[in-house]
């Protein structure tokens, strides 16, 4: 039914940018929540940044300043782009839709992920 794409990743210096893309099928990227998460070895998941119907967005106090997430709701895709890469940065990137506002915190659909990885 609902599928998320992911696409982008790759291996980067520090300093280094990169551009993550998430394509949504069977969904209205126009009207709800999309976010992207991440989860680095040996951590558990954390919420990176999030992208309302209204276009409001939300980030991590970590990644504030050097990450843009947005979203194109004619090809149903959200991007997260990322500069000024750190090491920290490196993880397993994953796209989420929620259904409803994005102050639930709530996402019923998730991509596999890309894998992005800093040094």
């Known amino acids: 039914h609902v599928q998320l794409v992911e696409s982008g990743g790759g291996a980067v210096q520090a300093g280094g940018s990169l551009r993550l893309s998430c394509a949504a099928s069977?969904?209205?990227?126009?009207?709800?929540?999309l976010a992207w998460f991440r989860q680095a070895p040996g951590k558990e998941r954390e919420g990176v940044a999030s992208i309302g119907a209204d276009d409001t967005t939300t980030y991590a106090d970590s990644v504030k300043g050097r990450f843009t997430i947005s979203k194109d709701n004619t090809k149903n895709t959200v991007y997260l782009q990322m500069d000024m890469l750190e090491p920290e940065d490196t993880a397993m990137y994953t796209c989420?839709?929620?259904?409803?506002?994005?102050?639930?915190?709530?996402?019923?659909?998730w991509g596999q992920g890309t894998q992005v990885t800093v040094s």
């Open positions: 989420a839709a929620g259904l409803s506002s994005c102050n639930s915190g709530r996402y019923t659909y």
């Open positions: 069977g969904y209205d990227a126009s009207r709800n929540c």
